[in-house]
């Protein structure tokens, strides 16, 4: 196991991961410019977009592009600058990087390596589509973009109908009606909220059932990223309250963890209340059986 004590002193530098504002620039925060200012060099998805934010915020930190299509090559490249000491900061050309932005690949060889990545809280479409959705956030799913293919895409559908947690997905103008089309026809006429132009002067929220949102899809102008959060499947609770019936405790518990996201004391404590045991009792069921 390895611990990372993000502040301790290092001889590596460390790697910052900067959200940035996804349409209103007043959502930067201070500890955002400082870091980029203090980074000895700053990733960018796009380096001619966060050109203009740096020049916003009087950030003349150097810029090293790093996007989908060359995050392999550039990897090496980064990391060896901060196995040398220097500070690297990341972002995307909006909102939280590695979220359905590039980043990812680089944070799992930066942590491989030892070096510290440290995530700063900041902006990001999936949050706040689901809050402003109405919809419940106790328990969510995030998809991001769902896959171009119209049998891949049905398949991930089908993959996550039962999920009792709320979806969020993402998706461009020209291919919202039909994702929209593909999603009721395979998890049926469920509560949904679109919001298009977060943060920005047009920002809306179009709330209702998924025949409404597509009639408003088919008959309105499509502009702007959407975000489309769709409830999470209330039905099957009813109609099949004991579909665990033939499942173990250890493959119930499981269930939860890989199929709707759950961490393992939420797993066990809802095989608990379905089976109607002492939460200790599938704890040592999964825990000591296993």
């Keep these: ?14 790697l910052y991961i900067v959200p940035t504002p ?5 959502d930067m925060t201070f500890r955002a410019v400082r870091t980029l200012q203090d980074a000895v060099k700053i990733a960018a998805e796009d380096t001619r977009n966060t050109k203009k934010l740096l020049s916003h915020f009087d950030i003349h930190t150097p810029l090293v592009s790093y996007h989908e299509h060359n995050k392999h090559t550039r990897e090496n490249q980064l990391i060896e600058m901060l196995e040398n000491g220097e500070d690297l900061a990341v972002v995307s050309d909006a909102g939280m990087p590695g979220i359905s932005d590039p980043g990812y690949e680089l944070i799992q060889s930066a942590i ?41 895409r049905e398949q ?18 020209h291919r919202l009606k039909e994702t929209l089309k593909a999603i009721q026809n395979v998890l049926g006429n469920r509560k949904v909220a679109i919001s298009r132009e977060l943060t920005k002067r047009y920002e809306e929220y179009i709330r209702g059932d998924m025949d409404e949102a597509i009639e408003w899809a088919e008959t309105s102008e499509l502009r702007g990223e959407f975000c489309i959060v769709v409830e999470g499947n209330k039905a099957e609770i009813i109609e099949d309250e004991l579909w665990w019936s033939s499942l173990s405790v250890i493959d119930h518990v499981e269930h939860y963890i ?17 089976r109607k045991l002492p939460k200790r009792e599938v704890y040592q069921a999964y825990h000591v059986e296993e």
């Design 22 to 26: 996804i349409g209103n620039l007043e």
């Design 1 to 14: 196991m390895e611990i990372q004590k993000s502040f301790a002193a290092s001889d590596y530098g460390t």
């Design 112 to 152: 491989a390596s030892n070096i510290p990545v440290v995530v700063l809280p900041g902006p990001n479409a999936a949050l706040c589509a689901l809050i402003g959705s109405g919809l419940e956030t106790e328990k969510f799913h995030y998809y991001g973009f769902l896959p171009r293919k119209k049998k891949d």
């Design 258 to 274: 890989e199929k709707e996201g759950m961490s393992s004391k939420q797993a066990i404590k809802q095989a608990a209340n379905d």
């Design 156 to 173: 991930e559908l089908e993959d996550i109908k039962s999920f009792r947690s709320t979806l969020v997905f993402y998706e461009s103008p």
